[in-house]
């Protein structure tokens, strides 16, 4: 039995804050047939017991042997979008306490106010009330978006309630949390999933929904998740509410990504032909598709690394493919990068010429 109240109640954003799911496959077996329709698939088909992950066994079994040992510390969860780090300790939550477990965590992300005040309020009011046995948890979700002053008090309040609650902080990256945080938690890193792996659970929701999913729509979708459960399952859901049929072409069309005959023809014209047409003739397609230039450069610079060519052509290349996605984050017009983009394809063109020149010499 808690000596304290139920924590407050929390502005959710929609991850990892799903009800319990008492069987394999998510949600599916908790919910009503309507209930399951409407929701995110990354909800619906969300692990609920550590078994179930389908990725990162040794962390999973370090995780299980601190539990079973009662030995559990505070953690911290990291690396790239939709690799299972929610997943994990929401798992572990419910192997800690069961179908109750709701009632013994506190759990905060990036839709829930991060500052000094939360820190001094709210994690400290829910830390400082003990259990009658055991320890209770806090899940900080995205812990790298809190403030470094809020990061900064969280240091004392681990230290004084360590004996009432442990801490699971996550985040994308590491090198936002402070040191001295990073130091009083056990550290796992999250590596983006396997191909393998993703495919697997793949088919499972596939056939648990009726997706007529094509091999080339597989092979399209698992090289655009790019390792991201989450971002395959909502690309998946997206495509089969839209279409029939989930292959390459409405894949790609479904993600406003540029397919992959696209950037060859466009790689084409970069090395090609002269800076007026090869622009004129981007301009054209990217305006034809819908595309977005921060996407074209990511498809450019995968295959200029994978291509034949000189090296001082591709690391002058590769520098200013950085430079002009940079300025685009910044703000900068498009139109006048992707002349940009079209002008550093020109003289990378023109660095090669003099390099083979040099050699014949």
Known sequence: MDVDSAPPARRDKGKGKAP??????????????????????????RPSQLDELISHADIISTINRFIDENRLPHLLLYGPPGTGKTST?????????GDKFRSMILELNASDD?????????IKSFASTRKLSGFKLIILDEADAMTQVAQNALRRVIEQYTKNVRFCLICNYVGKIIPALQSRCTRFRFAPLQESQISDRLNYIVA????????????????????DMRRALNIL??????YDEANEANIYACTGAPMPADVDQMIAWLFNLDFTSALKSLKMLKNEK???????????????????MPRASRIFLLDKLAEIEYNISSGANEDIQLAATTA???L??????????????
């Open 208 to 227: 648990t929904e009726g997706v007529n999913l094509t091999e080339s729509g597989r092979a399209a979708l698992l090289r655009l998740s790019g390792g």
């Open 348 to 361: 990378s063109v023109d660095i090669a010429e003099k390099a083979s020149q040099s050699n014949a010499a």
């Open 20 to 45: 319990d799911a008492p069987e394999h496959g998510g949600l599916v077996g908790s919910l009503t047939a309507a209930q399951s329709d409407a929701l995110p698939w990354v909800e619906k088909y």
């Open 344 to 346: 550093a394809f020109r």
């Open 89 to 97: 300790i929401l798992a572990c939550a419910r192997k800690l306490y």
């Open 290 to 308: 819908g595309l977005a230039l921060v996407d074209l450069l990511t498809e450019l610079t995968a295959a200029i690394s994978s291509m034949d």
């Open 237 to 242: 859901q997206a495509v089969h509410a839209g």
């Open 114 to 122: 991060r500052g000094i005040d939360v820190v001094r309020e709210q």
